[in-house]
């Protein structure tokens, strides 16, 4: 069957650290991998979109690796800030489409 | 950016009643919006897409009469949750594109459905 795990359910970090997220998936063959943003009673928000044939995308302190054998994504946040604190969903685009199939979610807690 | 308008922001209603959620993209046209609903610390779960002037696309398991979606303009899609129970409480979220595929999607801030 089709599935996209997020390793840790929850990731509790110390300020300053490296936050390291894992998204695996089987049974799927995404043309692209998009990570989100989740705070509490909010929508998600865009962070990075990283495509099959890219293997790593850098955005600011935010680093996303894609390895289509190892059907894995590796989300990373160098120099962790408390406000950096929030559920990371990563999501899969199918079928050629817009439409994307989410994780389950991590839930980062950064502590000063 | 994009800005995707989510209306209301939270609802309480009646077992039995319908009620109403709408998605506007803001500053641009989305010619397709996509629903979804999450339960308390899960993912979301795609519901169906909705494609401006023509029937939704729901995903199995997601009941076409019961949860009604109308994309009657290229910046407004809404859903109507017919009959509520109280297992349809949740959050709902929608989220549209801009027309290109393989892009991200902009979400709107979401609606927590509560039917007591």
């Known amino acids: 069957s089709q599935k996209i795990e997020q390793n840790s359910e929850a990731l509790n970090i110390q300020e300053g650290k490296t936050a390291t997220l894992t998204c695996n998936y089987t049974?799927?063959?995404?043309?692209?991998l998009q990570w989100y943003r989740q705070d509490p009673g909010r929508g998600p928000v865009f962070l990075l979109l990283?495509?099959?044939?890219?293997k790593e995308k850098r955005k600011e302190r935010l680093k996303v690796t894609f390895d289509t054998t190892l059907k894995q994504s590796l989300f990373h946040i160098t120099a962790s800030q408390p406000a950096d604190s929030a559920t990371y969903l990563c999501a899969l685009g199918v079928d050629n489409t817009d439409k994307l199939i989410f994780g389950t979610g991590t839930r980062l807690q950064v502590f000063p | 950016g994009a800005v995707v308008s989510q209306h209301p922001s939270r609802v309480i209603c009646k077992s039995g009643t319908s009620v109403k959620i709408e998605c506007r993209s803001l500053?641009?046209?989305?010619?397709?919006m996509f629903w979804y609903r999450q339960f308390p610390k899960q993912s979301l779960m795609l519901m169906a897409t909705?494609?401006?002037?023509?029937?939704?696309?729901?995903e199995q398991g997601v009941e076409k009469d019961k949860f009604l979606i109308n994309h009657a303009s290229l910046t407004l899609s809404t859903l109507t949750v017919t009959s509520a129970h109280p297992e349809d409480s949740s959050f709902y979220i929608c989220?549209?594109?801009?027309?290109?595929?393989?892009?991200?999607?902009?979400f709107g801030s979401g609606t927590q459905l509560s039917v007591l």
């Open positions: 500053d641009f046209q989305a010619t397709t």
């Open positions: 990283i495509r099959e044939n890219e």
């Open positions: 989220s549209a594109s801009q027309g290109t595929t393989n892009e991200k999607l902009f």
């Open positions: 049974n799927y063959s995404p043309a692209y």
């Open positions: 909705s494609n401006e002037g023509s029937k939704a696309t729901y």
